[in-house]
Nanobody
Framework: QVQLVESGGGLVQAGGSLRLSCAASGRTTTSYRMGWFRQAPGKEREFVASIRWSGASTYYTDSVKGRFTISRDFAKNTAYLQMNSLKPEDTAVYYC????????????WGQGTRVTVSS
């Protein structure tokens, strides 16, 4: 069982930056993949980025490549999403999630943190 708590959301102007954190508690191993997803108003939840807990591989959706960076601090059991050059279309509730076996099935989810980017 893994518990996830996101933080770091807020209101920022376009072009600004935010760093989201996802603190994990419970059983975590290097085989886990941590993902960030987002859901904008009236839209379906979409994948943003992911990182294997060992740090071996990262993936990003095309719309955030070059602007967002996912990372993790193994000692703190925390994953981060550094978001730069934010755009109004990045406005959404951001969720972190864990795929325990890195097979594309995210079994554990946080409660979400809201990001609002004003134009």
């Amino acid at each position: 069982q893994v518990q996830l708590v996101e933080s770091g959301g807020g209101l920022v102007q376009a072009g600004g930056s935010l760093r989201l954190s996802c603190a994990a508690s419970g059983r975590t191993t290097t085989s886990y993949r941590m993902g960030w997803f987002r859901q904008a108003p009236g839209k379906e939840r979409e994948f943003v980025a992911s990182i294997r807990w060992s740090g071996a591989s990262t993936y990003y959706t095309d719309s955030v490549k070059g602007r967002f960076t996912i990372s993790r601090d193994f000692a703190k059991n925390t994953a981060y999403l550094q978001m730069n050059s934010l755009k109004p279309e990045d406005t959404a509730v951001y969720y972190c999630a864990v795929d325990p076996s890195d097979r594309g099935a995210y079994a554990y989810w946080g409660q979400g943190t809201r990001v609002t980017v004003s134009s």
